[in-house]
């Protein structure tokens, strides 16, 4: 089929969708279009006009817009299994869960059955004053698997937000008791707590984030994961600040966005008797690392921890809808409670805390979590990937060091002096063979979804290793001919005048 009898199919077929087919029909004609072609070449790019409309009216988070249309965005328009596909119908391998959220995989028949039936009953009603029977359901069922003791949990919708919460519930608990010194926060360096401003304070920055600075509270900071001695020092600080510390902010075990930063588990227990000794309330933040991530439902589990505060975000819908949880044990839980209308009260809460329709995709996660034993996939996957990526990645020159815990892997490159921008280029080039990867600067990041299979891992650790050589190849064929261009400069510029 040529181009005018492809745009004759297309024409036609757009005015039978114009007359009200469901848009669900124009996919699949695209893709059955792709395998009658089997050569992207010959099929007219719908990407381009998405595109263009999206950047007329979209914003985009840490995205520069002036350049966005220009950097090759995918424009997703539906998904299956553990693939995204676009809106020219190409298959993306989702090999970094949708940002860190996808668990299961993309439209998985039990939790999609979850939120019809949810919707079914109520989409939504508040949790300020009132409660919902889905969200009793699900925090009674998450309760039997947090390791915090007798939680209580206050719903938001963003990881940020989750923390933002703990670390105002932190500096209340001290003055509901009428402790007013503990006003301040232990933090590490390198920490990525969310975008809000207090959130922010106790991030560490970067991420072209310094322009805050003059709106952020000053923390005490303990040195980030890649100094050996960051929980030992932290733990000095704490016994020294302990009178004006609220609270201390861990992301246990792995510190994702500071580009897989790991500290072995064995360490952090330390960090959880130094907060007990000297009355300290320990906050861990496991947006990233919660349900499953790291090998264990949470990374406290393997660090030992009982953290007075948790931070939930992420995972927590399975990747499904925006719901984040922020978990008060019973000590702290317990000195809010006063008068009614009291000062005691924790004012503060969101207009979607507790979303049913959330709730309910988070509650089927939970129980499918358990039935598919999505535990032992992680890690046998995440033995296997080890493997790969030991094999082919590891030896590459440009590869200066890789670091993983459960499906968590950060590949640190080494770009050679002279060039840039190596984690954008591979990722494109990874993306044009069909796996979707995000980097964080150098530092490439994968994030299998914890179901994926064997084959998946394989594919997506041979994509990486040609998307480097690719790039390595690229990028030494520019820098000798721009050693051959200075040379030549050079070479002219030492001829004599008058030849
Ligand atoms: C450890 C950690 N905390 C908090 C957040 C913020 O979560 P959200 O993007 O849902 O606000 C993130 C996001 O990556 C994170 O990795």
């Known amino acids: 089929m040529n181009h005018l009898s492809f745009r004759a199919v297309t024409t036609s077929f757009r005015a039978v969708t ?6 669900l029909k124009v996919c699949s004609l695209r893709e059955y279009l792709y395998e009658v072609f089997n050569n992207s070449q010959d099929i007219p790019s719908v990407t381009d006009n998405w595109v263009a409309r999206d950047a007329e009216v979209v914003w985009h988070g840490f995205t520069q817009m002036a350049t966005y249309a220009s950097n090759s965005p995918i424009i997703v328009e539906r998904a299956e299994g553990r693939e995204l596909i676009d809106v020219d119908g190409r298959r993306y391998l989702d090999a970094i869960s949708s940002l860190w959220v996808t668990t299961l995989g993309h439209r ?3 939790l999609d059955a979850a939120l019809r039936a949810q919707i079914d009953l109520v989409a939504h009603s508040t949790l300020l004053g009132n409660g919902n029977r889905t969200t009793i359901e699900f925090a009674e069922a998450l309760a039997k698997v947090v390791p915090v003791k007798q939680p209580h949990f206050l719903f938001a919708s963003d990881g940020a937000a989750a923390v933002e919460q703990a670390l105002k519930i932190a500096f209340q608990f001290w003055t509901n008791q ?9 933090a590490f360096g390198g920490a990525y707590h969310g975008d809000t401003l207090g959130s922010l304070s106790v991030g560490a920055g970067g991420f072209g984030t310094e322009i805050f600075d003059p709106l952020r509270f000053g923390v005490l900071r303990a040195p980030g994961f890649e100094d050996p001695n960051c929980i030992p020092v932290a733990c000095a600080l704490i016994a020294e600040h302990a009178n004006e510390l609220a609270a201390v902010i861990i992301e246990p075990l792995v ?15 330390a960090l959880g008797q130094a907060c007990a000794e000297h009355d300290v309330l320990l906050i861990c933040d496991e947006v990233a690392t919660g349900f499953g991530r790291t090998g264990t439902m949470f990374a406290s589990e393997q660090c030992g921890l009982h953290p007075d505060l948790m931070a939930l975000g992420k995972g927590i819908t399975g990747g499904y809808l ?10 702290v839980y317990q000195a809010f409670l006063g008068e009614d209308l009291g000062e005691r009260t924790f ?21 499918l979590f358990t039935s598919l034993d999505v535990l032992t996939n992680v890690n046998e996957r995440a033995a296997q990937l080890e493997q790969l990526l030991d094999q082919h990645i590891a030896g590459l020159p440009v590869v200066r060091s890789i670091r993983q815990q459960g499906l968590m892997v950060g590949v640190e490159l080494a770009p050679p002096e002279g060039t840039v921008r ?42 990486l290793a040609e998307s480097i050589a690719a790039v390595a190849q690229t990028e030494q064929q520019h820098l000798e001919s721009s050693r051959v261009e200075s040379s030549q400069v050079e070479s002219s510029q030492d001829q ?4």
């Open 18 to 23: 114009e007359r009200g087919f469901p848009l």
């Open 108 to 110: 998985v028949p039990e």
């Open 178 to 186: 009428g402790i007013t010194s503990r006003q301040s926060y232990l």
């Open 255 to 269: 510190q994702g966005a500071a580009g897989m930063q790991m500290r072995p588990a064995a360490e952090f227990a």
């Open 322 to 331: 925006p719901l984040a949880a922020t978990v008060a044990n019973q000590r």
């Open 347 to 367: 004012y503060h809460g969101h207009s979607y805390s507790g979303n049913p329709l959330a709730a309910a995709v988070a509650l089927a996660h939970l129980e």
């Open 422 to 463: 190596w984690g954008r280029k591979i990722t494109a080039e990874s993306v044009s063979r069909g796996v979707l990867i995000r980097p964080l600067g150098d530092v490439m990041v994968l994030m299998p979804i914890l179901t994926s299979t064997a084959e998946e891992i394989t594919r997506i650790v041979l994509t």
């Open 496 to 499: 004599p005048a008058d030849e």
